[in-house]
């Protein structure tokens, strides 16, 4: 089975542009979450998804925004660049049954900003 | 919201020798998890482990539930075995606002 998988694996963007990234779970997995990852902070949680809803919101601006089609597939979205978004961006997928809540991350975006 | 720590930051071991790491978080968990970090930034799956113990090759896990921590022992570490540990947990009962809350790591070096 394919694991978690994420486009692009690189992007630069400038400051006050938008971008979209891209994240496929594993077949059969409904629930995708989005993290964060810098330097200073560490891992952080940016939302999840499951069945199309967003299910829970970490804290983070309303730039940055998500959304799940109906394959399971998402996006996240973050506007007006800022140079502090510059991290790795990864994502994860969970099948979400009761025995298990077990998360699997894809290779992550690693975002630039200038 | 949850806490996790971590402990040590750091730890420098020789080739072949055993350690130690460990997980303290502050709430009931559903979900705890150790990964890997590998140096192209990708989170490798160790031990999915809520509660009980693992093990797997030279790597276990133990997590004690009713004390709120986890261990996960190396033994005869390996070059390869260098990068940053993870913990995770997700708080039982839902309504978090969180999915998988994160300690800081402990960055393992092994030396030849």
């Known amino acids: 089975k394919a694991g978690v998988t994420q486009t692009p694996r690189y992007l630069i963007k400038t400051r006050g542009q938008q971008v979209t990234l891209s994240c496929s779970p594993i077949s059969g997995h409904r629930s995708v979450s989005w993290y964060q990852q810098t330097p200073g902070q560490g891992l952080q949680f940016l939302f999840e998804y499951f069945s199309e809803t967003q299910r829970n919101k970490g804290n983070f601006p309303g730039r940055f925004s998500g959304r799940q089609f109906s394959n399971s597939r998402s996006e996240m979205n973050v506007s007006t660049l800022e140079l502090g978004d510059s991290a790795l961006y990864l994502c994860a997928s969970s099948l979400e049954d009761r025995d298990s809540y077990e998360q699997y991350f894809g290779p992550g975006t690693r975002l630039t900003v200038t | ?112």
């Open chain 2, 1 to 112: 919201g949850i806490q996790v720590e971590q402990s040590p930051p750091d730890l420098i071991l020789q080739e072949g020798a055993n350690s130690t790491l460990r997980c303290n978080f502050s709430d009931s968990v559903n979900n705890l998890q150790w990964f890997h970090q590998n140096p192209w930034g990708q989170l490798i799956n160790l031990f999915y482990i809520p509660s009980g113990t693992k093990q797997n090759g030279r790597l276990s896990a133990t997590t004690v539930a009713t004390e709120r921590y986890s261990l996960l022992y190396i033994s005869s570490s390996q070059t390869t075995d260098s990068g940053v540990y993870f913990c995770a947990v997700e708080r039982t009962g839902g309504g978090s606002n969180y999915k998988l809350t994160f300690g800081k790591g402990t960055l393992l070096t092994v030396n030849p």
